[in-house]
């Protein structure tokens, strides 16, 4: 079993940065491909962003590209996301989350998440 715990949350003004460390626990996710999701009050959960096991190929969403980047350190078994220029429709809740195998954007493939860590952005 697989314990995900995210930290990093708070609040900042608009054009400033955050980042958000998950850290594992119980097993290793050296070869489990992570990811951060999103989900802000009154919507559905979002994908944000995606890296595979060997940490060589990532995915963002549009509405991030550019300006986050999500990486990993095996060794650390922890994955972190760096947010910069964060807008206020950044603000949400952030939970990581990792699976076996390959990269997904979608949720429902994802065999371990996280408690989430607030994430609030103001104008």
């Known amino acids: 079993q697989v314990q995900l715990v995210e930290s990093g949350g708070g609040l900042v003004q608009a054009g400033g940065s955050l980042r958000l460390s998950c850290a594992a626990s119980?097993?290793?996710?050296?070869?489990?491909?992570k990811s951060w999701f999103r989900q802000a009050p009154g919507k559905e959960r979002e994908f944000v962003a995606v890296?595979?096991?060997?940490?060589?190929?990532?995915n963002y969403a549009d509405s991030v590209k550019g300006r986050f980047t999500i990486s990993s350190d095996n060794a650390k078994n922890a994955v972190y996301l760096q947010m910069n220029s964060l807008k206020p429709e950044d603000t949400a809740i952030y939970y990581c989350?990792?699976?076996?195998?390959?990269?997904?954007?979608?949720?429902?493939?994802?065999?371990?998440w996280g408690q989430g860590t607030q994430v609030t952005v103001s104008s």
């Open positions: 989350a990792a699976k076996r195998g390959v990269r997904s954007t979608n949720g429902g493939d994802y065999d371990y």
């Open positions: 119980g097993r290793t996710i050296s070869t489990y491909a």
């Open positions: 890296i595979s096991w060997s940490g060589d190929s990532t």
